[in-house]
């Protein structure tokens, strides 16, 4: 009895000590990235237009994956995995950096940011909703697809047409691919809609 | 001590507490102004339709609130200061003409969405204001000039 329980002390004292130096890693892995990114903000007087895109195009494209990630999770009917991707969204859309926009550019995001975020945070916190979620999504969509026009993509993008959603009112989505899987109707109705612009 | 003792002290301890939250008085949510911003100064929208709003959502929805005399009892009045609170932050018709039109248009389509859902006005809200609750043909009213308002929105 006894030396079962110092065997399992001794144990659970390993376990911690791995786990602490894994934690003192990531640490030291954060630090590291600090310290880059201190000098990357040291150098914004220097910084080209072109670094300006570049900084762009990958917080674009991280909100851009977290949208996606959400319309496959509608495609498939996963109201939780469009909570999940509203989430992941919703921090994209806050972590984007603005200091690399010009005046104009900022004031076109900042008028997406202020909507889309609304409807992310809406369709992260309705997960089990798939409805409300939905017509959430109709309106993030619209959103998305201002902001792709405005920045662009950073790859090839199709805008989609339901006509149904909406009480016949129809609604668009952005899409990856060119075969057609609609978010709004999901399983029952999967590939009904169609191709309306191709966005390059 | 005695449990009878015990019992005696906690309900003097709860009765204290009650008498001293009754000094802490939310702010009141009350303004006889009404803003250039106000939702009647920045679309279309008829009398009617504007009774109904007022009559329903206004409460929580606006800078001007009808407080019931419950709300002047406490923990009463901190629930609605929250309510009131998240209800404006979500959408406050005294500001509406201060919101980009991308998002009034986001604003009356979730008007429109949350009453056909019926998620608003909130459950426990129509039980304490029994006329808040949409008559059918206030529905179709409202819900017909949230949808004519969308349309002009969006021809701009």
Redesign the interface.
Known sequence: MMKNIILGLAMAATSLAVCNSNNRSIEYLKMNKDLQLKSTVNNTSLMTSSVADAKIAVSIKEILNAYLQMKNAFTEDNSTGAATAGKKLEAAFKKFDKSALTAAQKKTYE??E??AV??AEHIGANGGKI??QR?HF??LSK?MYDLVKAFGGGQVLYKDFDPMFNNGKGAFWLSETKEIKNPYMGKAMLTSGSIKEEIK | MSLRKKILIAIGIVFIVFIVIQFIQPVRNKSDLLLASDISNTITISDNVQAIIINACYDCHSNNTIYPWYSNIQPMGWLMAKHIKNGKEALNFSEFGSY?S??Q??KL?GIA?SIR?D?MPLRSYKLMHKNSQFSASQMELLINWDQQSKDSLSAK
């Open positions: 008028d997406v202020a909507d609304e409807h409805e409300h017509e109709e309106l959103d | 980009s991308r998002r248009l986001s389509n969405n859902d998620i």
